[in-house]
């Protein structure tokens, strides 16, 4: 059966950083497509970042690039989100998640095939 343990989130100042943390068992993530969500209040789960198992391609929503990095460790099993320069807009809930295919960029978010808890960050002054 497929794990995670999340960590990281938490409140932060505008302009701070959080690195999320997402530890795996039963899945080897270095052979599946791994993500970020977030789940802003009210509003549909959408993609942050993801890393195809395809073709390694890194893709990142557009409001966060620049400012977000995704990674995965495989030794470890676990992937990673630093997210610096962090402003009110990146409040929300983020989710971990994984598929065993390759979803295309914008493809909705029940798709994925299993997911993490979720984990609140707050950006608030």
């Known amino acids: 059966q497929v794990r995670f343990v999340v960590s990281g989130g938490g409140l932060v100042q505008p302009g701070g950083s959080l690195r999320l943390s997402c530890a795996a068992s039963?899945?080897?993530?270095?052979?599946?497509?791994i993500g970020w969500f977030r789940q802003a209040p009210g509003k549909e789960r959408e993609e942050v970042s993801t890393?195809?198992?395809?073709?390694?391609?890194?893709s990142y929503a557009r409001s966060v690039e620049g400012r977000f990095t995704i990674s995965r460790d495989n030794a470890e099993n676990t992937m990673y989100l630093q997210m610096n320069s962090l402003k009110p807009e990146g409040t929300g809930i983020y989710y971990c998640?994984?598929?065993?295919?390759?979803?295309?960029?914008?493809?909705?978010?029940?798709?994925?095939?299993?997911w993490g808890q979720g984990t609140q960050v707050t950006v608030s002054s």
């Open positions: 039963g899945v080897t993530l270095e052979h599946v497509t």
């Open positions: 998640g994984i598929d065993y295919d390759s979803p295309a960029w914008g493809s909705s978010w029940w798709v994925w095939d299993w």
């Open positions: 890393i195809s198992n395809r073709d390694g391609k890194i």
